[in-house]
């Protein structure tokens, strides 16, 4: 079936940079998605990656994937503590009237 | 530009009455839209994708008889919560997506509800 896993939490320190991982299940999948919630928010779109691409690159962000092994990641370099916030991966699947899987979501923790 | 509102943003009702959460695209046709619920640190659950003028598409365990769903026009989607209990208290999130936009819904920023 259709799954996408990340891992819960991540800490890092201001001006280091951050990766968080993304697994997902679906080989038909279109374009993959990292969205950020800050608190009490809604959803934001970080950045996204079609499916035929290995990477991309948008300012601090970076984002590679690896379609043979299914995995996402997200970098951001430079961290600062307003990137504090969960991060959410997400695909979208051929045909499938443009629904999103989403996985659990990162919290990502940046210490001063 | 594709900017989504949601009004209230928060709501705190009795319970047993009803609720509406109104989902609005302001500068773009929505041709469809999806209502999201997500409760404390845990992720979006979607409960129903619409497109307008027609019914809802609900996600299997969401009662579509307690969560109303209408896409009357192209900007606008309503929820309506009909005899809200405490456990319906949660953030419900609308996005939506439309002609051009096609690797990306935009999200409103949530309502958040409360049934006391």
């Known amino acids: 079936g259709e799954d996408v896993e990340q891992s819960l939490f991540l800490s890092v320190r201001e001006g280091d940079s951050s990766v968080i991982n993304c697994t997902y299940t679906?080989?038909?999948?279109?374009?993959l998605y990292w969205y950020k919630q800050e608190p009490g928010a809604g959803l934001q779109l970080l950045t996204y990656i079609f499916s035929n691409m290995d990477m991309k690159q948008d300012q601090r962000l970076t984002v590679l994937l690896n379609k043979k092994d299914k995995h996402l990641s997200l970098r951001i370099a430079d961290t600062q503590t307003g990137d504090s916030a969960i991060y959410f991966c997400?695909?979208?699947?051929?045909?499938?009237?443009?629904?999103?899987?989403w996985g659990l979501g990162t919290s990502l923790a940046v210490n001063p | 530009g594709a900017v989504v509102s949601q009004h209230p943003s928060w709501v705190i009702c009795k319970s047993g009455t009803s609720v509406k959460i109104e989902c609005r695209s302001l500068d773009f046709q929505a041709t469809t839209m999806f209502w999201y619920r997500q409760f404390p640190k845990q992720s979006l659950m979607l409960m129903a994708t619409?497109?307008?003028?027609?019914?809802?598409?609900?996600e299997q365990g969401v009662e579509k008889d307690k969560f109303l769903i209408n896409h009357a026009s192209l900007t606008l989607s309503t929820l309506t919560v009909t005899s809200a209990h405490p456990e319906d208290s949660s953030f419900y999130i609308c996005?939506?997506?439309?002609?051009?936009?096609?690797?990306?819904?935009?999200f409103g920023p949530g309502t958040r509800l409360t049934v006391t």
């Open positions: 619409s497109n307008e003028g027609s019914k809802a598409t609900y």
């Open positions: 996005s939506a997506t439309g002609t051009g936009l096609s690797y990306e819904q935009y």
């Open positions: 997400a695909e979208r699947i051929v045909g499938n009237n443009r629904k999103l899987i």
């Open positions: 679906d080989s038909s999948s279109t374009y």
